[in-house]
């Protein structure tokens, strides 16, 4: 489960990494994706976010699109995914990321049911927001499923409440009001709704979207309790295919963050 | 068709299926919507340039040559005489109205045959609005004259680069810069979809043509029409048409589909743009591509409350081949004078493929926009026949 994992580092005075692969993403041979996942892993992720690609993913930028268009060129799809991560002991805990059409086509009970027996304890849904959520949460709840609700800048007080009531393993506090991708600074959104966030919730509230250098990262996190970062870890591995180059990049944000 | 429930359902089509950053926004235009539509002076306003500026009301033409030749009496809801060439200005004024209200100086959109894009770049010039269209790669080639036309009228035009680079993917982007963008854009949405409020919202800014409709059909004929049929992308004008009849259970209301976008025929409920609805996609829920000749209708989800017309079986959706389309095209232009665009050829096509079981019925066909975009394109397709 991710809040206990989550939740024993920020205990211990540290902050969260949580880095997102694109599942399916081709890699240099004789790696794959899971080659990579595990290299994450033993860089110092305490979770990772595992893509399922969708072809109209909304709320993704350029390079996580491309990255969804790739796996999906390769074959991939949500079951193979879920296969595949079965036999793979990161050693962390994971959580699927992935849109609203994937897991309805599955079916919400078979695919929390699919989850669960692929040793995946986490779903982010980015299109399921709050009022669409029951169908989803219901069955997630009863298959012992997570579900990371995020949060956003738009969000008045009243709404931030009913969702971190509704969320589970962390919230995911979105940094800015776009899609996924690095930007040159850090969005003077990102510590603000981190701020409203840890005012009303103990759970552990984690800043995605936006976050692409350790710095920022660091600097984020002098409020939040952590960091998602997508594009710049996927971009990495789109550019170099190696799962040492992209274990690499998250043991910069790992030292970064210890560091402080 | 009346309101859908609170969740924004019709039946069990719909919802709001979007990023959280958009929810309260989403909420905010559901509540700016209801009260600019109970609002006389909104009304008014909207009434008036709906006259004075776009053209309404728009004429019934009865087509005597082309009934004569098919055995079926046709008449013809002529929206292709609004100002910018089809329905779309109805929805986009209502539509830059309301943005204006609500104090947002951004129109977004998406479009893909470029006739909700000039539109709604044609609202954003008249209300001295900011306007970005998003046209996937692919439309803004085939439809290089509406791209001309958004650009003289002061709008940005971005390329859709990515998937089938057609209005799937434009309404994405559309969506994406909204997510970026939603403390000061309008998300000018051109159909019947995406998520609550739009479909319902955009359905009655429609509903214009199907009220004038009925009214014209009693004073032209003295009755109702047997049949009502219109072309089916996302399906706004045929949502603007249907609702003028919808009450009446003897009138056939039938939406016609292209056959490489088929959401009805060939889809199955999936969640995309927002929506709950027919969706055309593959074992896993990825999204296919839809195909057709007409840009405007190359769309592989429909409007949720259509969905919901066919399930309770109030409506029925029918598809057309790309050839009988072409067919259609050039049938209204010789027997008529009149060269509607392709989208609305898609109506005509069924009609004419179907005259044997329409024979002695009256039908009303909702003639959608004009072909003046599409003439380039079929200057190739009917090139070794002219
Ligand atoms: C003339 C015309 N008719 C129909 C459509 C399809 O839209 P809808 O299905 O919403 O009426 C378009 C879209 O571009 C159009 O230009």
Same mark, same amino acid.
């Given at each position: 489960?991710?809040?206990?994992?989550?939740?024993?580092?920020?205990?211990?005075?540290?902050?969260?990494?949580?880095?997102?692969?694109?599942?399916?993403?081709?890699?240099?041979d004789?790696?794959?994706?899971?080659?990579t996942?595990?290299?994450?892993?033993?860089?110092?992720?305490?979770?990772?976010e595992?893509?399922?690609?969708?072809?109209d993913?909304?709320?993704?930028?350029?390079?996580?699109?491309?990255?969804?268009?790739?796996?999906?060129?390769?074959?991939?799809?949500?079951?193979?995914?879920?296969?595949?991560?079965?036999g793979?002991?990161?050693g962390?805990?994971?959580?699927?990321?992935?849109?609203?059409n994937?897991?309805?086509?599955?079916?919400?009970?078979?695919?929390?049911?699919?989850?669960?027996?692929?040793?995946?304890?986490?779903a982010?849904?980015?299109?399921?927001?709050?009022?669409?959520?029951?169908?989803?949460?219901?069955?997630?709840?009863?298959?012992?499923? *997570?579900?990371?609700?995020?949060?956003?800048?738009?969000?008045?007080?009243?709404?931030?409440?009913?969702?971190?009531?509704?969320?589970?393993?962390?919230?995911?506090?979105v940094?800015?009001?776009?899609?996924?991708? *690095?930007?040159?600074?850090?969005?003077s959104?990102?510590?603000?709704?981190?701020a409203?966030?840890?005012?009303v919730?103990?759970?552990?509230?984690?800043?995605?979207?936006?976050i692409?250098?350790?710095a920022?990262a660091?600097?984020v996190?002098?409020?939040a309790?952590?960091?998602?970062?997508?594009?710049?870890v996927?971009?990495?591995?789109?550019?170099?295919?190696?799962?040492?180059?992209?274990? *690499?990049?998250?043991?910069?944000?790992?030292?970064?963050?210890?560091?402080? | 068709?009346g309101?859908?429930?609170?969740?924004?359902?019709?039946?069990?089509?719909?919802?709001r299926?979007?990023?959280?950053?958009l929810?309260?926004?989403?909420?905010?235009?559901?509540?700016?919507?209801?009260?600019?539509?109970?609002?006389?002076?909104?009304?008014?306003?909207?009434?008036?340039?709906?006259c004075?500026?776009?053209?309404?009301?728009?004429?019934?033409?009865? =087509?005597?040559?082309?009934?004569?030749?098919?055995?079926?009496?046709?008449?013809?809801?002529?929206?292709?005489?609004?100002?910018?060439?089809s329905?779309?200005?109805?929805?986009?004024?209502?539509?830059?109205?309301?943005?204006?209200r609500?104090?947002?100086?951004?129109?977004?959109?998406?479009?893909?045959?470029?006739?909700?894009?000039?539109?709604?770049?044609?609202?954003?010039?008249?209300?001295?609005?900011? =306007?970005?269209?998003?046209?996937?790669?692919?439309?803004?080639? +085939?439809?290089e004259?509406?791209?001309f +036309?958004?650009?003289?009228?002061?709008?940005?035009?971005?390329?859709?680069?990515?998937?089938?680079?057609?209005?799937k993917?434009?309404?994405?982007?559309?969506? +994406?810069?909204?997510?970026?963008t939603?403390?000061?854009?309008?998300? =000018?949405l051109?159909?019947?979809?995406?998520p609550?409020?739009?479909?319902?919202?955009?359905?009655?800014?429609? +509903?214009?043509?199907?009220?004038?409709?009925?009214?014209?059909?009693?004073?032209?004929?003295?009755?109702?029409?047997?049949?009502?049929?219109?072309c089916?992308?996302?399906?706004?004008?045929a949502?603007?048409i249907?609702?003028?009849?919808?009450?009446?259970?003897?009138v056939?209301?039938?939406?016609?589909?292209?056959?490489?976008?088929?959401?009805?025929g @060939?889809?199955?409920?999936?969640?995309?743009?927002?929506?709950?609805?027919?969706?055309?996609?593959?074992?896993?829920?990825?999204?296919?591509?839809?195909?057709?000749?007409?840009?405007?209708?190359?769309?592989?989800?429909?409007?949720?409350?259509?969905?919901?017309?066919?399930?309770?079986?109030?409506?029925?959706?029918e598809?057309?081949?790309?050839?009988?389309?072409?067919?259609a095209?050039?049938?209204?232009?010789?027997?008529?004078?009149?060269?509607?665009?392709?989208?609305?050829? @898609?109506?005509?096509?069924?009609?004419?493929?179907?005259?044997?079981?329409?024979?002695?019925?009256?039908?009303?066909?909702?003639?959608?926009?004009?072909?003046?975009?599409d003439?380039?394109?079929m200057m190739?397709?009917?090139?070794?026949?002219?």
């Open positions: 489960m991710l809040q206990p994992a989550l939740g024993a580092r920020i205990a211990s005075g540290g902050r969260c990494l949580v880095p997102y692969l694109t599942g399916g993403l081709p890699q240099a004789p790696a794959d994706w899971t080659t996942l595990c290299a994450i892993a033993d860089a110092g992720a305490d979770a990772i595992v893509g399922i690609p969708f072809s993913p909304v709320m993704d930028g350029p390079v996580i699109q491309q990255a969804s268009d790739e796996a999906l060129a390769a074959g991939a799809n949500p079951a193979g995914i879920l296969d595949e991560l079965t793979v002991d990161a962390v805990p994971l959580a699927v990321m992935t849109y609203a994937l897991v309805y086509r599955f079916g919400w009970e078979r695919f929390a049911s699919t989850m669960s027996a692929s040793g995946v304890g986490a982010i849904l980015p299109d399921i927001p709050l009022e669409e959520a029951d169908p989803w949460c219901n069955a997630a709840d009863a298959a012992g499923v *997570e579900t990371v609700m995020l949060a956003a800048p738009t969000a008045p007080d009243e709404r931030l409440e009913r969702i971190v009531e509704r969320a589970s393993g962390f919230v995911y506090a940094g800015l009001l776009g899609i996924t991708g *690095e930007r040159d600074e850090l969005a959104s990102a510590k603000v709704i981190a409203r966030l840890k005012a919730t103990d759970k552990p509230v984690l800043v995605g979207v936006g692409g250098s350790p920022q660091v600097e996190c002098e409020v309790d952590g960091v998602v970062i997508g594009s710049a996927v971009r990495r591995a789109l550019q170099t295919r190696s799962p040492e180059a992209v274990a *690499e990049l998250v043991g910069g944000f790992r030292a970064a963050l210890d560091a402080g | 068709m309101e859908p429930d609170p969740t924004g359902r019709f039946g069990r089509f719909g919802g299926f979007v990023p959280e950053t929810m309260p926004a989403l909420m905010e235009l559901e509540q700016a919507f209801r009260d600019a539509w109970a609002d006389g002076p909104f009304r008014s306003e909207l009434d008036k340039l709906l004075d500026y776009a053209g309404r009301p728009s004429a019934l033409t009865e =087509c005597h040559r082309l009934s004569a030749e098919l055995g079926v009496r046709v008449l013809l809801k002529r929206e292709d005489l609004n100002h910018t060439g329905h779309k200005i109805n929805n986009v004024l209502g539509q830059a109205l309301l943005a204006k609500m104090g947002k100086a951004r129109l977004v959109a998406e479009t893909g045959a470029g006739q909700h894009g000039v539109a709604t770049a044609t609202a954003a010039a008249l209300l001295g609005q900011e =306007c970005v269209v998003y046209m996937g790669e692919v439309d803004m080639a +085939r439809q004259l509406n791209v +036309r958004m650009r003289l009228l002061g709008a940005e035009v971005v390329p859709a680069t990515s998937g089938s680079r057609t209005l993917d434009a309404v994405n982007d559309a969506m +994406r810069d909204w997510v970026a939603v403390e000061r854009s309008h998300y =000018c051109g159909s019947v979809m995406g609550h409020p739009y479909p319902w919202m955009v359905r009655e800014f429609h +509903r214009v043509t199907g009220t004038e409709a009925r009214r014209q059909m009693l004073d032209a004929t003295g009755s109702l029409p047997d049949v009502v049929v219109a089916v992308g996302g399906g706004s004008n949502a603007g249907f609702s003028g009849f919808s009450e009446s259970r003897d056939d209301l039938v939406g016609v589909e292209p056959a490489g976008g088929a959401a009805v @060939h889809g199955i409920p999936g969640i995309v743009h927002g929506m709950m609805s027919y969706l055309m996609q593959d074992e896993f829920g990825q999204v296919e591509e839809a195909e057709s000749i007409s840009a405007g209708l190359d769309y592989p989800g429909v409007g949720p409350e259509h969905s919901h017309l066919a399930d309770s079986g109030r409506a029925r959706y598809a057309v081949a790309d050839d009988e389309v072409v067919e095209f050039v049938l209204l232009s010789r027997t008529e004078g009149i060269i509607p665009a392709l989208e609305s050829a @898609h109506a005509l096509a069924w009609v004419s493929r179907e005259r044997a079981a329409l024979a002695g019925k009256t039908v009303l066909v909702n003639l959608s926009g004009r072909g003046d975009k003439v380039a394109q190739d397709v009917l090139a070794d026949r002219l």
